[in-house]
């Protein structure tokens, strides 16, 4: 081997560089810690796993990386832009799963996936794409029921698919496992999986041991305050 390349080889390789980034983030009300400063960073194509108590602020950190909620202490930067869920850059970049979407009572569950996909201007084939994305989550054949007439597996799979139908850099997922059998969790642990080859950048809370071991290149423990 080459002198220069033996030499290459020994070289540590560089940490991948951070697409989002929360540095020393905390949150607090009214002097209650709802989360510590944490600090946890994501590049494209790899998952890091929010891990900890119930209660320990795993979806406060979340709704920080997402800049639904500001700090109170660090801050948490895009490329190096401010997070703001105001701002339709940051919007277009990060896809979040926080809690039960918005549906609506009288729109199909493909409807509701077309509605999702118009609005992120991706043009034709629409219908295709939503359907594409139900069948995917193994949901295909509910396509014509509404929100209301599913089970609570069956919604998580929905909401899911809301969330991933759209174009992201970055999806941020709080417990995506909830509900779903071990069979769907598997179906789960492979998606991300995809979505990380891809170049997606995954930020996720989640409880599941097995979740974890399948897709997270990082775990971050949220100590509680
Ligand atoms: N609006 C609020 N006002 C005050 N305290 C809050 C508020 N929302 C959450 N908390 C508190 O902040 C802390 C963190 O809550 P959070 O939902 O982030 O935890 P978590 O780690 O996601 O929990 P779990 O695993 O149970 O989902 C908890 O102690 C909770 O009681």
Same mark, same amino acid.
């Given at each position: 081997m080459p002198r220069s390349r033996a030499k290459a080889a020994a070289r540590p390789k560089a940490a991948p560089e951070a697409l989002l980034l929360a540095s020393a983030a905390g949150k607090s009300v009214d002097g209650a810690h709802l989360v510590r400063p944490t600090t946890v960073s994501v590049a494209a194509g790899r998952c890091t796993v929010l891990r900890g108590e119930n209660g320990s602020g795993k979806t406060t950190l979340l709704r920080l990386l997402? =800049?639904?909620t500001a700090p109170s202490t660090g801050t948490v930067t895009l490329e190096g832009r401010t997070v703001d869920e105001r701002d339709p850059v940051c919007r277009a970049a990060i896809a979040a799963l926080l809690g039960a979407p918005t549906s609506y009572r009288d729109l199909t569950l493909v409807d509701h996936l077309v509605l999702v996909d118009a609005t992120w201007g991706r043009g034709d084939g629409a219908q295709?794409? +939503?359907? +594409?994305m139900l069948a995917t989550l193994e949901i295909g054949h509910l396509e014509d029921r509404f929100p209301h007439e599913l089970s609570s597996g069956q919604q998580q799979l929905f909401h899911l698919a809301l969330t991933l139908v759209r174009p992201a850099r970055v999806l941020l997922l709080d417990e995506p496992e909830q509900r779903l #059998?071990?069979?769907?969790? #598997?179906?789960? =642990?492979r998606l991300l999986g995809q979505r990380k080859a891809e170049g997606t950048a995954l930020v996720i809370a989640s409880h599941d041991p097995q979740l974890i071991e399948a897709v997270a290149d990082d775990v971050v423990d949220v100590v509680p305050a």
């Open positions: 997402a =800049g639904t295709e794409r +939503a359907e +594409a #059998d071990t069979h769907k969790r #598997d179906l789960l =642990g």
